[in-house]
């Protein structure tokens, strides 16, 4: 399997990811890898065609596909390096990712640190559990959009939305502008779910009939949908007896929420906060695992892309200071000095973070022969003893080979000598 | 026959804040506004009263692109009422990868002197 060692890796390549990449290489990184599954860098936005994105950061009303192509050119300008089509597989606290490509096969990528911008999926129709048939012709809003916006491929004819948010709202216009017939959006809520503007613009303008406080409660049809019967609620969100109406439809769309995407963060050890579904975030946007940070729709579900772009910049500046300080801390040496009776120690000098990968070794002779039992001693220059390891012999005619542990890493953090003596044992 | 002056609620749709407005007005002559966070939404309504507009936004055919379809936007918005007649006119129109960011696929649609660009590159298949 190919490795490769990076300062900053960042797993998606929506707007979190790519405003992530950009900072992290402000921030002094060198080496930074933006990894997408997809062929293109953009995430979810390169199927939002429709306006209303950038009016906080350029200021200007952009589709989806224009903010894209801007983050993208500001990517290209700051040297980050692109790898699409490229799946994550895996994710170790040790910031290891495991990613298979067709043009590079598996690869282990070691990173410095790792800035997670998966984003989030859509709910489906299993996760809202609404009772009937199983027919083709039931799809997540997200699903109609990549069909009619990249693929050009309309589903039907005749259209029930669930869900009032912004996507089943910018659904129900995108399909009347297609020639579809959207017979009825309805919304469990006694109030819309998503921005006033897309009521106006894409429920108004087109007179799409909206109903409040109503809800799916069958979907019918043996092999393709039929019909979708719909009935009002009451204040507990139950669907009320004697209120159901029948609607004639060959398409449902569902919009009925999105979830943050954390299966490789979970692999990972980051913990989840049950309330967003997305990490637990300090104000650097750092996980509970050291190095590794996460930003947009996989910490919670934002509204605005502008939102998410921010969060990217602060997570991927925080990933790039912590990849500058790791990496000066691996250029730092700790220098192995010969303490009481030791002749001379190979190697002279160590890296503290090699201890990362696994344990180390180091030689060394005594200057006098103890026939007893010796305790041989690894001591910082701050005093501490960070290890100790009991002989029964120590001649200078044979070199002793010792180990440093991988779990000593952490009280190394700021020594610079390590001192080795070998003594006798008094009363052994 | 003197015109009425009378109150009619809109959404301004200029900005994602969505102001509710209340419009005072007398035919299409705005006598005030009220709810609008910024000057923008007098415009909006000033312009909802005579002459609405709206962004184009839709794909029109490729042929030979990375995708079968571009997705396109009108440069600026254009009057509801060739809305649709623009819309039809999309449809007939079909292009030729690569295409370029903000390439004109329709010029001057319908007369309104605004052009229809795309609002990505797409390379050849
Ligand atoms: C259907 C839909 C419509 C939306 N419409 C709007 C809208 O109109 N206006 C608005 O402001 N916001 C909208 N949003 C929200 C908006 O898309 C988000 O705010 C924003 O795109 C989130 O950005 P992100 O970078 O966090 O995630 P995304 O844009 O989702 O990017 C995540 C990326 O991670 C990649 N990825 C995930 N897992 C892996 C893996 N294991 N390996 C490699 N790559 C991986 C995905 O391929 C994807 O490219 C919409 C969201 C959805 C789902
Ligand atoms: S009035 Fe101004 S602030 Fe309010 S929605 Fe319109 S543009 Fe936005």
């Known amino acids: 399997m190919r490795e490769k060692a990076i300062d900053v890796a960042i797993i998606g390549s929506g707007p979190a990811g790519m405003a992530a990449a950009i900072s992290a290489k402000q921030a002094g990184a060198e080496d930074v890898l933006l990894i997408d599954r997809e062929i293109e860098e953009g995430g979810i936005l390169n199927q939002c065609i429709h306006n209303g994105f950038g009016t906080q950061i350029f200021r200007k009303d952009l589709t989806g596909p224009e903010y894209v192509h801007f983050f993208a050119e500001k990517v290209m300008a700051s040297n980050v390096k692109v790898w699409n089509d490229t799946m994550v597989l895996e994710l170790t606290p040790e910031r290891e990712i495991y990613a298979i490509s067709p043009e590079r096969g598996m690869v282990k990528i070691k990173a410095r640190s790792v800035v997670l911008a998966m984003g989030c999926r859509e709910r489906p129709r299993g996760a809202i559990n609404i009772p009937g048939d199983r027919p083709s012709g039931v799809y997540t809003a997200g699903t109609v959009q990549r069909l009619i916006n990249i693929e050009g491929y309309m589903p039907g004819e005749r259209f029930v939305i669930l869900g009032s948010g912004d996507i089943g709202m910018i659904m129900a216009r995108r399909v009347t502008l297609e020639g579809g017939r959207v017979e009825r959006v309805v919304e469990i809520l006694p109030y819309l779910s998503g921005l006033r503007r897309n009521y106006s613009q894409c429920i108004v303008d087109y007179n799409i009939p909206l109903q409040l406080s109503h809800t799916v409660v069958r979907i019918n049809g043996r092999k393709h949908l039929e019909s979708v019967t719909i009935a009002k609620v009451d204040e507990k969100r139950k669907p009320i007896a004697g209120t159901e109406e029948t609607i004639p439809a060959d398409t449902l769309i569902l919009s009925v929420g999105l979830i943050p995407e954390n299966e490789l963060s979970k692999q990972a050890g980051v913990l989840i906060d049950p309330l967003t579904g997305g990490p637990y975030v300090d104000e650097s946007m750092q996980t509970n695992i050291p190095g590794i940070f996460a930003a947009g729709n996989v910490v919670h579900v934002y509204d605005l892309v502008d939102w998410v772009s921010k969060a990217g910049e602060l997570a991927g500046r925080s990933a790039g200071k912590y990849a500058v300080k790791h990496k000066e801390e691996s250029r730092r040496k700790i220098r192995l000095l010969p303490g009481k009776n030791v002749h001379h120690i190979v190697p002279q000098f160590f890296d503290p973070l090699s201890l990362e990968e696994g344990e180390q070794k180091i030689q060394f002779r005594v200057t006098k022969p103890f026939e007893t039992t010796v305790k041989v001693s690894m001591i910082g220059n701050n005093n501490k003893k960070v290890k100790e390891r009991i002989l029964r012999y120590a001649r200078p005619s044979e070199m002793i080979e010792i180990n440093i542990p991988q779990s000593i890493i952490g009280s190394l953090s700021r020594v610079k000598t390590l001192s080795i003596d070998v003594e006798e044992v008094k009363n052994a | ?125």
């Open chain 2, 1 to 125: 026959m003197p015109e009425k002056e009378e109150i009619t609620k809109l959404i301004c749709i200029m900005c994602p804040m969505g102001c509710e407005l209340k419009v005072l007005h007398k035919g299409k002559d705005v006598l005030k506004v009220e709810g609008n966070g910024c000057p923008l939404g007098i415009k909006f309504a000033k312009e909802e009263l005579t002459n609405p507009k709206r962004v184009i936004i839709t794909t029109v055919q490729v042929e030979g692109g990375l995708y079968p379809l571009v997705p396109v936007r009108s440069e600026k918005p254009v009057p509801k009422s060739v809305f649709f007649k623009i819309l039809e006119e999309l449809r007939k129109v079909k292009v030729k990868a690569p295409l370029k960011f903000h390439q004109v696929v329709l010029k001057n649609a319908m007369n309104t002197g605004v052009n229809i660009i795309t609002t990505r590159a797409l390379p050849k298949a």
